[in-house]
């Protein structure tokens, strides 16, 4: 057996773990390497989002040793220009947006356009055979729309599931010594999965919880783009179906995952590339699981996958059936145990939330797209509030506060004060732009024996759909989001120098003129309070 594969791993992370902490060090001297942070990273610290750098360079060592000490591989391999140029190009697609911010659509249609040109050296999915009724599909004209689908989906599948420290990391490196193995059997792209297994291997000392550096968009892209591509050009050497269901396998917890988060999105009217905090990740951390605990447990269920991948490597795809019901049974079985079973298969309970929830989320867009628009009108951050206020009291909610550096500024809807309310504190860029904290009453049901002050409140309050606990955790996003853009849209517009500090520390007001503390004598007569 050729010990080729391991050394090339041993330079996969040799190179990783030397340029990890150079970028690190970077990092730190020069700020504008670290995309600031969204709403939904609350890290208090900037972390570095390029840790796809070092992949990049490590993708990049391995195919120049390959060159020198093996070129017998690299030229039986048919289209390794191109699998080398594409990787690249779409790493500088991810790169860009991790240090500028692209949209979600310039991302697509590059990755759209970066898989197409891959198509043109003559690498695509020409038919399928399916295993079990042993009939073969041509697909003619579709195999260049199935091949750029898989390729954009697995590099957007990798992209999605980044979302909590060494997830994404991990699972990549069991796809990579999967494919390293397949790779063996048909003379494909062996080496190179083994030399990206080993750069992942030392990333991963880096990533692991608490995280140093992120994959970031570049990282993931060339990760996600690479697993799509080393799984095709297998699948040209020997069973296509095969080669293409085994990575599957691997992903099941992510393609689950990514699959609710889709159809979540779609149905409440979000887009479907806005993040959330509603993932299998953060279900486990709502649960009481420690980074470190969620991480393990996902490597736990995809060592599971990870075997049935390589037995439908091993068992040419004959036995695909029996292995996708193992693979569901195990999904319920860890379903059921994470009361995940309930939510997931109440289709009628779920579709009937989510038309509610879609009129509100839609109506809540469209007060943030006024808000936005209005913060590039206002003549102070005052009146920008003042918006703010307005839509809050619009979508429902009862108290809003936001904290800066110098004071806070407070508002209260004095109808709904003695309600008992669910509480939720936005860190804005992740603390460094202060914080807002928002409240909207929750139901309940006075007893006779409360005060009558409570339960005249309650018979005369205005009823919302935020008073939903789901519907309070989206539209309360909603809210601190438009606020962002809103300020942001203000500040170019309206700072100067001589108010420059004004611009990001506001003085402390209310709507009436003067600080006033918020009463919460209603948060003792209900536990509704979230965080």
Same mark, same amino acid.
């Given at each position: 057996?050729?010990?080729?594969?391991?050394?090339?791993?041993?330079?996969?992370?040799?190179?990783?773990?030397?340029?990890?902490?150079?970028?690190?060090?970077?990092?730190?001297?020069?700020?504008?390497?670290?995309?600031?942070?969204?709403?939904?990273?609350?890290?208090?610290?900037?972390?570095?989002?390029?840790?796809?750098?070092?992949?990049?360079?490590?993708?990049?060592?391995?195919?120049?040793?390959?060159?020198?000490?093996?070129?017998?591989?690299?030229?039986?391999?048919?289209?390794?220009?191109?699998?080398?140029?594409? =990787?690249?190009?779409?790493?500088?697609?991810?790169?860009?947006?991790?240090?500028?911010?692209?949209?979600?659509?310039?991302?697509?249609?590059?990755?759209?356009?970066?898989?197409?040109?891959?198509?043109?050296?003559?690498?695509?999915?020409?038919?399928?055979?399916?295993?079990?009724?042993?009939?073969?599909i041509q697909l003619h004209g579709f195999?260049?729309?199935?091949?750029?689908?898989?390729?954009?989906?697995?590099?957007?599948?990798?992209?999605?599931?980044?979302?909590?420290?060494?997830?994404?990391?991990?699972?990549?490196?069991?796809?990579?010594?999967?494919?390293?193995?397949?790779?063996?059997?048909?003379?494909?792209?062996?080496?190179?999965?083994?030399?990206?297994?080993?750069?992942?291997?030392?990333?991963?000392?880096?990533?692991?919880?608490?995280?140093?550096?992120?994959?970031g968009d570049g990282g993931a892209y060339?990760?996600?783009?690479?697993?799509?591509?080393?799984?095709?050009?297998? =699948?040209?050497?020997?069973?296509?179906?095969?080669?293409?269901?085994?990575?599957?396998?691997?992903?099941?917890?992510?393609?689950?995952?990514?699959?609710?988060?889709?159809?979540?999105?779609?149905?409440?009217?979000?887009?479907?590339?806005?993040?959330?905090?509603?993932?299998?990740?953060?279900?486990?951390?709502?649960?009481?699981?420690?980074?470190?605990?969620?991480?393990? =447990?996902?490597?736990?269920?995809?060592?599971?996958?990870?075997?049935?991948?390589?037995?439908?490597?091993?068992?040419?795809?004959?036995?695909?059936?029996?292995?996708?019901?193992?693979?569901?049974?195990?999904?319920?079985?860890?379903?059921?145990?994470?009361?995940?079973?309930?939510?997931?298969?109440?289709?009628?309970?779920?579709?009937?939330?989510?038309?509610?929830?879609?009129?509100?989320?839609?109506?809540?867009?469209?007060?943030?797209?006024?808000?936005?628009?209005?913060?590039?009108?206002?003549?102070?951050?005052?009146?920008?509030?003042?918006?703010?206020?307005?839509?809050?009291?619009?979508?429902?909610?009862?108290?809003?506060?936001?904290?800066?550096?110098?004071?806070?500024?407070?508002?209260?809807?004095?109808?709904?004060?003695?309600?008992?309310a669910r509480w939720v504190r936005h860190?804005?860029?992740?603390?460094?732009?202060?914080?807002?904290?928002?409240?909207?009453?929750?139901?309940?049901?006075?007893?006779?024996?409360?005060?009558?002050?409570?339960?005249?409140?309650?018979?005369?309050?205005?009823?919302?759909?935020?008073?939903?606990?789901?519907?309070?955790?989206?539209?309360?996003?909603?809210?601190?989001?438009?606020?962002?853009?809103?300020?942001?849209?203000?500040?170019?517009?309206?700072?100067?120098?001589?108010?420059?500090?004004?611009?990001?520390?506001?003085?402390?007001?209310?709507?009436?003129?003067?600080?006033?503390?918020?009463?919460?004598?209603?948060?003792?007569?209900?536990?509704?309070?979230?965080?």
């Amino acid at each position: 057996m050729s010990l080729l594969p391991v050394v090339t791993a041993l330079v996969g992370m040799g190179v990783s773990c030397l340029m990890i902490p150079l970028i690190l060090r970077q990092s730190e001297r020069k700020l504008f390497l670290v995309r600031p942070a969204d709403l939904h990273n609350t890290n208090p610290k900037p972390i570095p989002r390029l840790g796809g750098v070092a992949l990049a360079l490590a993708f990049l060592s391995i195919e120049a040793f390959v060159l020198f000490a093996a070129p017998h591989y690299r030229a039986e391999l048919t289209g390794r220009n191109a699998v080398v140029f594409a =990787s690249i190009a779409m790493f500088a697609l991810g790169l860009w947006d991790d240090l500028r911010g692209l949209g979600a659509r310039k991302k697509l249609v590059g990755q759209i356009l970066i898989a197409a040109g891959f198509c043109c050296s003559g690498i695509f999915v020409e038919e399928l055979r399916i295993p079990v009724m042993g009939h073969v599909i041509q697909l003619h004209g579709f195999g260049v729309p199935v091949t750029i689908f898989w390729l954009v989906g697995m590099t957007n599948l990798i992209n999605f599931i980044d979302g909590a420290d060494g997830l994404a990391g991990g699972i990549c490196l069991m796809l990579m010594v999967l494919l390293a193995v397949l790779g063996h059997q048909t003379g494909g792209m062996e080496l190179l999965a083994a030399g990206m297994a080993g750069a992942l291997l030392g990333f991963l000392w880096y990533n692991f919880p608490p995280a140093r550096i992120y994959l970031g968009d570049g990282g993931a892209y060339l990760v996600g783009f690479q697993i799509g591509l080393f799984s095709l050009v297998n =699948s040209r050497k020997g069973e296509v179906f095969a080669a293409l269901s085994a990575p599957m396998f691997v992903l099941a917890l992510p393609i689950l995952d990514t699959t609710l988060a889709i159809l979540r999105r779609g149905l409440w009217g979000l887009s479907i590339f806005r993040p959330d905090r509603r993932h299998l990740h953060h279900h486990l951390r709502r649960i009481g699981f420690s980074s470190r605990k969620i991480v393990l =447990s996902f490597y736990g269920v995809t060592l599971v996958f990870l075997a049935l991948g390589f037995a439908s490597i091993w068992l040419r795809g004959e036995w695909l059936p029996g292995l996708v019901g193992i693979g569901a049974l195990v999904i319920i079985v860890c379903a059921d145990n994470l009361s995940f079973s309930r939510e997931w298969f109440n289709i009628g309970h779920v579709l009937g939330d989510s038309f509610e929830m879609r009129k509100e989320v839609k109506y809540a867009l469209s007060l943030m797209q006024w808000l936005q628009m209005e913060g590039g009108r206002c003549a102070s951050l005052d009146d920008l509030w003042v918006d703010f206020v307005f839509s809050a009291r619009k979508l429902g909610f009862s108290s809003a506060k936001l904290t800066l550096a110098d004071g806070q500024r407070f508002w209260v809807d004095t109808n709904n004060r003695l309600i008992p309310a669910r509480w939720v504190r936005h860190e804005l860029d992740g603390g460094r732009s202060g914080a807002l904290e928002l409240e909207a009453p929750c139901e309940f049901s006075p007893s006779e024996g409360q005060a009558a002050g409570l339960a005249w409140a309650w018979e005369h309050r205005h009823f919302s759909r935020v008073s939903d606990p789901k519907s309070f955790e989206v539209l309360s996003e909603l809210l601190a989001e438009g606020w962002m853009k809103a300020a942001k849209s203000w500040s170019p517009h309206w700072s100067s120098p001589s108010d420059s500090t004004r611009a990001v520390i506001p003085e402390a007001t209310t709507s009436g003129g003067s600080p006033r503390p918020r009463l919460r004598p209603a948060r003792k007569a209900a536990s509704c309070r979230i965080s």
